[in-house]
């Protein structure tokens, strides 16, 4: 049976448009047998040029755009904005339900979170299965991409990876659904460590090592999305009572390991 995406996005970026594109080119190509039944926005149109480039590309590839803007959506409440940290504020909850509302004309068997910048209210992660991508593997650093990244670098690992876990209330800590993993060792990377001398850490993003391991961690996240809805239209990942498990149904506690899937994927795309 094909599998129905919920496909979610703030379109904010390159990054959105080209996961987007990564999966509907896949679906085409009958890579993955997959439609995405609709794009759901959290912005409208009109309030962010990057944005409107976005649903454009939603509505050329004849995909059903549904649009609900969180920032009037809060404005028309006097809502407070929401806090790294601190309990979202109440008028998200009433926001998720408007959209619960808004999406159910539309039925899916799995949300993917691709470049959504908003956490997801408990009810709203009850509601359905989604998926998120993180810029790390299982058990690696939680936050944003750059922070991930000062993390690496502090801790001076030797490997790092990207992930797709289930979204849930914890932020980035959701059960791992899929990952690869990547080593940060070896040629392209010694001699960027042994540049950074006794230090534990950069400043900015500009450091040689900082771009090289997030050019190794971009380059996998699309690929990742892609196996990642493949392995569960395939039935070797399926999504019980909120956790992940493999085609026998049992658990998968670490995740589906797709490394040499994606590697493939990426290719010859990094060399030097």
Do not use: K
Not at 14 to 21: H, I, K, P, W
Not at 162 to 186: K, N
Not at 193 to 200: D, F, I, T, V
Not at 256 to 264: C, K, N, Q
Request: aromatic share 6%.
């Amino acid at each position: 049976m094909t599998l129905r995406v919920g496909w979610f996005a703030t379109g904010r970026g390159e990054g959105s448009r080209r996961l987007l594109t990564a999966a509907v080119d896949a679906i085409r190509r009958g890579e993955l047998d997959a439609e995405i039944a609709f794009v759901f926005c959290n912005r409208e149109r009109g309030e962010h040029e990057a944005t409107d480039g976005f649903l454009d590309l939603v509505a050329s590839f004849g995909i059903t755009g549904l649009t609900l803007s969180a920032r009037r959506f809060r404005r028309e409440r006097d809502g407070a904005r929401s806090r790294p940290g601190e309990p979202l504020p109440p008028w998200r909850a009433e926001y998720d339900r408007r959209v619960a509302e808004l999406i159910a004309q539309h039925p899916f068997d799995i949300g993917m979170l691709a470049g959504y910048m908003l956490i997801l209210t408990p009810e709203m992660a009850r509601l359905h299965p989604f998926l998120n991508l993180h810029p790390a593997e299982p058990g690696g650093p939680a936050g944003t991409w750059q922070e991930v990244i000062h993390r690496l670098i502090e801790r001076r690992a030797e490997r790092s990876g990207v992930m797709i876990h289930l979204a849930t209330e914890e932020l980035d800590r959701g059960p791992p659904v899929a990952y690869g993993t990547y080593s940060l060792r070896g040629p392209g990377f010694d001699s960027l460590w042994r540049a950074l001398g006794p230090s534990a850490a950069v400043e900015g993003e500009e450091h040689p090592l900082f771009q090289e391991i997030r050019r190794h961690g971009a380059a996998r996240e699309l690929p990742l999305v892609v196996a990642t809805l493949r392995a569960i239209a395939q039935g070797r990942v399926r999504i019980i009572d909120r956790r992940p498990v493999d085609a026998a149904g049992r658990a998968l506690a670490g995740g589906l390991d797709l490394t040499a899937e994606i590697d493939a994927a990426v290719g010859s795309s990094l060399a030097e």
